[in-house]
């Protein structure tokens, strides 16, 4: 029987995102290229969901969590957060719309400031954009302190009273503040202990539960976003590879840079673990101020075809809800054959190794 229920809408949709750094050189300092950080980005969230962000570091996965809260202003496409496409608002507008987006940072150290008490910091978004008297403000604070697991007591104390974990909780208390829709988490356990890093993100999917938010998880910790997670993009040198559902990413990778990524992922399981098979990439990554002519990933890809070399991939849809931007699934890859037999043998190959 069909599903009657219409599709549900997105909280956040990203069109064509790019966000380039200009780069000038010489005696006058002309603009001579640019840093393409992020180059043509596009995917969706749902109300309630996490999309896990991932990639090697220096693949723009922090830039694109910048972008959409327009802490960097991007250089095209649009950021639809609620309705409203925040990458061409004004800056009164823009303030306006700040409470429904918000960011917990990677270092809490860095981003909490050592002069401001914890009530201060926790408090400092109450004061910009509301006109609550102290006592309305103080049982907030309160509040947030209860909700992620902080003493009242410590409400008097200062950043370096506090370990990283308790920064960290401080953090995403000064995020919840002004009660957000979209939050935005890049890295937010890589400062942290591994023991604290599992209570860090359990933290996360309870208020999520409790106050219906929306992430983008932000990692390249491939263990911990397989864990929160509800789909996966991996990035590679600006641009989405894949996109697809967290189970069907982790069973089966369609990419070949998704699977030599995940192929590094430890096996706790000994027999599987004699049984995998390392994908060990060869060369370097290319700069982002220079990209390959065709496929980011043609110069270190172990299927790298002719087509592949000239013509960059559209991230299209392959499987239902799985997204790869790869010429084994396009229409008809180098080889003369179909996508679908390509994808066929390519999945068949993968099965077999």
């Known amino acids: 029987m069909l599903d009657a229920r219409p599709p549900q809408t997105p909280l956040v949709q990203v069109r064509d995102l790019k966000m380039y750094f200009p780069i000038y050189s010489g005696l006058f300092r002309?603009?001579?290229?640019?840093?393409?950080?992020?180059?043509?980005?596009?995917?969706d969230i749902l109300q309630g969901e996490t999309?896990?962000?991932?990639?090697?570091?220096?693949c723009g996965k922090s830039t694109v969590g910048r972008a959409l809260l327009r802490l960097y202003e991007p250089t095209a496409g649009n950021v639809v957060i609620g309705g409203t496409?925040?990458?061409?608002?004004?800056?009164?507008?823009?303030r306006r719309a700040r409470p429904q987006m918000q960011m917990v940072f990677q270092d809490p150290q860095a981003s909490?400031?050592?002069?401001?008490?914890?009530?201060?910091?926790?408090?400092?978004?109450?004061?910009?954009?509301?006109?609550?008297?102290?006592?309305?403000?103080?049982?907030?604070?309160?509040?947030?302190?209860?909700?992620?697991?902080l003493n009242r007591k410590f409400a008097n104390r200062f950043p370096h009273e506090f370990s990283g974990g308790q920064r960290q909780r401080i953090g995403i208390a000064r995020a919840l503040a002004l009660k957000p829709k979209?939050?935005?988490?890049?890295?937010?356990?890589?400062?942290l202990d591994v023991s604290i890093q599992a209570q860090v993100v359990n933290l996360l999917e309870d208020l999520q539960d409790e106050f219906g938010l929306t992430y983008l998880f932000i990692s390249h910790d491939?263990?911990?976003?397989?864990h929160i997670a509800d789909r996966v993009a991996v990035m590679y040198l600006?641009?989405?590879?894949?996109?697809?559902?967290r189970d069907d990413l982790y069973a089966r990778p369609l990419h070949p840079y998704s699977e030599a990524l995940l192929s590094a992922v430890p096996e706790p399981d000994p027999s599987l673990a004699r049984r995998r098979e390392r994908i060990i990439l060869k060369g370097d990554v290319p700069s982002p101020a220079n990209p390959p002519k065709g496929c980011n990933f043609c110069t270190r890809c172990p299927r790298v075809m002719e087509i592949c070399t000239q013509v960059k991939p559209d991230l299209a849809e392959v499987?239902?809800?799985?997204?790869?931007?790869?010429?084994?699934?396009?229409?008809?890859?180098?080889?003369?054959?179909?996508?679908?037999?390509?994808?066929?043998?390519?999945?068949?190959?993968?099965?077999?190794?």
């Not at 002309?30 to 995917?43: E, L, M, Q, Y």
């Not at 600006?238 to 559902?245: D, F, T």
């Not at 239902?320 to 068949?348: I, M």
């Open 51 to 58: 999309l896990g962000l991932v990639g090697e570091s220096g």
């Open 30 to 43: 002309r603009h001579t290229g640019d840093v393409k950080a992020v180059d043509g980005i596009s995917f």
């Open 112 to 149: 909490l400031n050592p002069r401001m008490s914890l009530a201060d910091i926790i408090g400092e978004p109450l004061n910009e954009h509301t006109d609550w008297d102290t006592a309305k403000k103080l049982a907030r604070i309160y509040e947030l302190m209860d909700a992620v697991g």
């Open 238 to 245: 600006g641009r989405v590879a894949e996109l697809s559902p």
């Open 319 to 353: 499987e239902p809800g799985r997204f790869v931007a790869c010429h084994l699934y396009s229409d008809t890859n180098a080889a003369g054959k179909t996508g679908a037999s390509g994808a066929k043998e390519h999945n068949q190959q993968g099965e077999s190794q």
């Open 222 to 226: 491939l263990s911990m976003v397989r």
């Open 85 to 94: 496409d925040v990458a061409t608002l004004a800056p009164e507008a823009l």
């Open 182 to 191: 979209f939050i935005v988490c890049d890295e937010p356990i890589a400062a």
